[in-house]
């Protein structure tokens, strides 16, 4: 079995990229192969149907794609822009569904989300489902909002807090046992 | 009373668009002004903290957002993408609410979608209200989805069936009595 | 200006029951009219299109419906269950949209959740909107999720924490402004 | 594997009833074993937590935990009542959601909708998603709303159109074979 990790967000320090990646490392933790990528080196424009008509699905959304497809099972960290999925994000996913068939089609999603409030993005968690459900991914019930997320990571990446780590673990450790049944 | 319209799409020929000056235009023959743009002339880049720390907030940003400002109250059509907001448009969003005050705060606003399929978008239309709504728009609870828009308009743009006209109309016309009470 | 406020619950010491009496004390310091009605005294049962046929609609919802009929603007107060408006309020929608013209249609509409957890609510806010907006009610951008709500009313049914109610007191404020428009 | 199989309408001619049957008659053809139940014969007054305290759950809703306890997963067809599920189905997820441990968690779900519009319940749909997702149901990303349904169906209950059976066969074959799996 094997993982595929991104976070929706382009930023360097990302407090989304930290979790995305803190928690692939938790589900490495039980024997399963990943992986995570940076936006910033997927980068694509805003979809444009002018633009996909011309010069084709981008260079970038392909090799994205690819990666998709190698994958089993996806954990992906949303910010959550406007109570809702981060524009961002939302865009990566537009451009995914113009490949046939669809790298995302039938995959299993964790979905995270990390915040400097005291939400912890739980609003936008619930908004970002929607897309990848019409997608046809398989969108795993529990999902896991980070609050506070400026004091939450150490100078290693790893979750400080004991309580939190383990309730992230868990919520780790459930979605890959329920994704390896395929 | 002033409106001001646009679509959440790129496409130089893109229904949205269509389905925007249509409803602006029945707007007008009320006797209210109004405006619309074309997103190709305010192009964003995807979101990027560190884009608008190094840059700040882009320049197509700003336009819009003064554009906004000087609008009692807006009609936006949205592509449905996914069964969702168009990313193009969620980035649009994701982009002004990063200037202060937020320019759409308090504005009046009209949702509308057209889509090629049966449905009419009807999905992505309750899916985008979110965004706006957080961002505090009064979002008017009618919107119209347009099924079949690639044979909606005819040559001129206008929308060719006198029901489904007579129906915009009707939508168009309760919006812009409701949005001047302020 | 008169308000008509109620809560989503039937439990006698309900928390939503004492927020909404408390947000409707608080517009009433603005000047306007206003009364609280606990469902306990419009109990419905769940909806049932063969008892409609049979029995025509119940005596509660038309007696609720009439309630609404005479105000200009409600406020209400829905349990969070299950991340989402409760079945009891839901019921009492269903109900209510089965009178033409609907009461609620057109109505101003101040949301609001109470809940003894840490998050106040906010998802079951998100998708209450949802029926209310299909409805044809003008749904208060703004809404006020009231976290840890066991301990957030004192005797008086008043809120003990003076930030909570000065943020309550704007919301209520600024509702009962828009709404006065029309 | 066992499904299990019911509508959230209470009414004796419900068009869900009739769709939740015929999905699980098609579902059995796959060789599954399954069960359809009549919400009529499962009545619950709507959730009041004094009703709870003071008589416990309802009979009729440990009875229908303990059927969905023996069932590995369940088709629900919802009316769309107000743009989302219907009160009479969420208060049944409201009680069913008292029990301890709740019977619905980790099950496989697939949503369906019948309706006598022209988009087939789909908003209600996307809605009604979101109780059982926070519940920990894998709820099956297609669904299927059915359109003009008081014409859909024949006297013995099957669905009179052959493209709208073979897609219907087709959604509840690959949720077959997917919940399957576990």
Same mark, same amino acid.
């Not at 068939?101 to 912890?120: D, E, N, Q």
């Given at each position: 079995?094997?993982?595929? =990790?991104?976070?929706?967000?382009?930023?360097? +320090?990302?407090?989304?990229?930290?979790? !995305?990646?803190?928690?692939?490392?938790?589900?490495?933790?039980?024997?399963?192969?990943?992986?995570? !990528?940076?936006?910033?080196?997927?980068?694509?424009?805003?979809?444009?149907?002018?633009?996909?008509?011309?010069?084709?699905?981008?260079?970038?959304?392909?090799?994205?794609?690819?990666?998709?497809?190698? @994958?089993? !099972?996806?954990?992906?960290?949303?910010?959550?822009?406007?109570?809702?999925?981060?524009?961002?994000?939302?865009?990566?996913?537009?451009?995914?569904?113009?490949?046939?068939?669809? =790298?995302?089609?039938?995959?299993?999603?964790?979905?995270?989300?990390?915040?400097?409030? @005291?939400?912890?993005?739980?609003?936008?968690?619930?908004?970002?489902?929607?897309?990848?459900?019409?997608?046809?991914?398989?969108?795993?019930?529990?999902?896991?909002?980070?609050?506070?997320? @400026?004091?939450?990571?150490?100078?290693? +990446?790893?979750?400080?807090?004991?309580?939190?780590?383990?309730?992230?673990?868990?919520?780790?450790?459930?979605?890959?046992?329920?994704?390896?049944?395929?």
């Amino acid at each position: 079995m094997k993982l595929f =990790s991104f976070a929706g967000s382009l930023r360097l +320090g990302s407090y989304n990229k930290m979790f !995305a990646r803190e928690a692939l490392r938790l589900a490495l933790e039980s024997g399963v192969e990943g992986e995570f !990528a940076d936006m910033r080196d997927y980068r694509m424009p805003p979809y444009d149907a002018d633009l996909e008509t011309s010069s084709g699905i981008p260079e970038s959304t392909r090799k994205l794609g690819q990666k998709i497809r190698t @994958a089993d !099972a996806l954990i992906i960290a949303t910010p959550e822009n406007n109570g809702s999925i981060s524009g961002t994000l939302k865009n990566i996913v537009d451009w995914l569904s113009r490949e046939q068939p669809v =790298s995302l089609r039938g995959k299993h999603l964790l979905l995270l989300a990390a915040s400097t409030g @005291a939400l912890g993005g739980v609003r936008g968690l619930w908004h970002a489902r929607v897309p990848f459900e019409v997608l046809g991914m398989h969108v795993f019930p529990d999902m896991k909002g980070l609050p506070n997320a @400026a004091n939450a990571f150490n100078e290693l +990446g790893r979750l400080r807090d004991e309580q939190t780590l383990s309730q992230v673990k868990a919520t780790v450790t459930a979605f890959v046992a329920h994704a390896a049944k395929g």
